[in-house]
């Protein structure tokens, strides 16, 4: 059962840092060096399982990413060609 509590345990680490620094899936990912596809099943199906409460909390950051996104894309989309008639 080593790799049960691996993974419990990563689960957590997961989940506390996502609401420690209201982080997104896709920074999370890049900072524990694992899929996007791994952390969001991690905090949206297997943390519901392993911490009820963390996963309340999780679950609002993520629904408020999820309120921002396009914002965040339009701002980088705007930054994007912003740098590019810099370096014309």
């Known amino acids: 059962m ?3 509590n691996y993974i419990d345990e990563r689960i957590i680490m997961l989940g506390e840092y996502i609401v420690k620094n209201k982080a997104t899936v896709r920074s999370t990912a890049k900072q524990f060096g694992i899929s996007k596809s791994t952390v969001h099943k991690d905090v949206t199906e297997r ?3 392993v911490n009820g409460s963390l996963y309340s909390q999780v679950k609002k950051v993520l629904d408020i990413n ?4 396009h914002i965040r894309g339009g701002l980088a989309t ?11």
Do not use: F, G, P
Request: zero cysteines.
């Open 2 to 4: 080593k790799d049960k």
């Open 47 to 49: 943390l519901r399982k």
């Open 66 to 69: 999820k309120k921002e996104r």
């Open 78 to 88: 705007r930054q994007k060609y912003l740098n590019k008639i810099k370096s014309e």
